[in-house]
Nanobody, 124 residues
Framework: QVQLVESGGGLVQAGGSLRLSCAAS????????MGWYRQAPGKQRELVAT????????NYADSVKGRFTISRDNAKNTVYLQMNSLKPEDTAVYYC?????????????????WGQGTQVTVSS
């Protein structure tokens, strides 16, 4: 069993910053890509940022480019999202996701795991 636990959400004024963390735990054999998505009230869940297993390649939604930075610490099985210059339209529940492998009878099995989400609210 593997799980992801987010932290770091909260209430911040426009122009402020927050840093989200997401730690993976459980019987993990390996972690491939990790990422952050968000879902605002009444809207579909959307991609925010992703990062490859080695951290060498990142991808961002156009709406957050230049303001958000995704990074990871593989020794801690943790992915981060540094959010600067926050805007009211960034208000959403932020979800962490990771493609993780667990061992089953000596064979790695990959699955896409999601965290429970953390609320980010940006006031104007």
């Amino acid at each position: 069993q593997v799980q992801l636990v987010e932290s770091g959400g909260g209430l911040v004024q426009a122009g402020g910053s927050l840093r989200l963390s997401c730690a993976a735990s459980g019987s993990i054999a390996s972690i491939n890509a990790m990422g952050w998505y968000r879902q605002a009230p009444g809207k579909q869940r959307e991609l925010v940022a992703t990062i490859t297993s080695g951290g060498g390649l990142t991808n961002y939604a156009d709406s957050v480019k230049g303001r958000f930075t995704i990074s990871r610490d593989n020794a801690k099985n943790t992915v981060y999202l540094q959010m600067n210059s926050l805007k009211p339209e960034d208000t959403a529940v932020y979800y962490c996701t990771a493609v993780m492998a667990t061992m089953s009878r000596g064979v790695p099995r990959f699955s896409d795991t999601w965290g429970q989400g953390t609320q980010v609210t940006v006031s104007s």
